[in-house]
């Protein structure tokens, strides 16, 4: 799902990098000494689980784990996110450094509203499935909406490619949904203290 170099307009990628920038200083400010840890093992899940590339006009299709980052660590997904997406551009060259704000925005934003709005359901276990399912599956097709948008704000001719990257992106939707329902789950049972929460009924 990045979004590659030469294709976003000036305005989207300063609009970017301005909420990318904002979103990660937040972030690292809210990081605890002891969350270190989850956010370095959650930013190189995510880092290994978007090597595998399916090509999709200017971007790509493929796991993103952003829903389960969004789930464990909230406004950290943003550093953890933007850590994982620079090493994916200099390292693999994928997106790039010019588009890396509009990429982290559009794949940490929806973790982190996925995680505000949704954290609190994981502390009922009636709830709890899902909650995690719609955590992994939200994340996904609000990222594939914010790519959608940066496309086609910066040409209406991408318009026709928006709505494509969004109908792909809907079987990845699904499978991440059931990702993080099974990862959050595990985790209530072996480390509970990872999620931060008041659990009931666990």
Known sequence: MHISEGVLSAPVLIGGGVLA???????????NYDRI??????S??????SLIHVPLGPGSVHLVLNGLIGLVLGW?????????????????QYGGIVVLGV?????ALPALLCGIFLRPWLTQKKFRHAACFAGGFL??????????LALALSDSGFFDIAKLVIAANIPVMIIE???????????????PEILQLELRNL
């Not at 950290?76 to 693999?92: D, E, H």
């Not at 994340?139 to 959608?148: C, D, E, I, P, Q």
């Open 177 to 191: 949904g059931f990702v993080t329902m099974f990862i959050v789950s595990f985790l209530l049972r072996v480390q």
């Open 44 to 49: 190189a899940a995510f880092f290994v689980a």
């Open 139 to 148: 994340a996904v097709f609000l990222s594939a909406l914010l790519m959608a």
């Open 76 to 92: 950290a997904s943003f550093p953890a996110i933007f850590t994982a997406l620079l090493l994916q551009a200099v390292f693999f």
């Open 103 to 107: 990429n982290t925005v559009t794949m």
């Open 37 to 42: 840890m989850d956010v370095a093992v959650l």
């Open 21 to 31: 920038a904002a979103g990660t200083a937040i972030g690292l400010k809210r990081i």
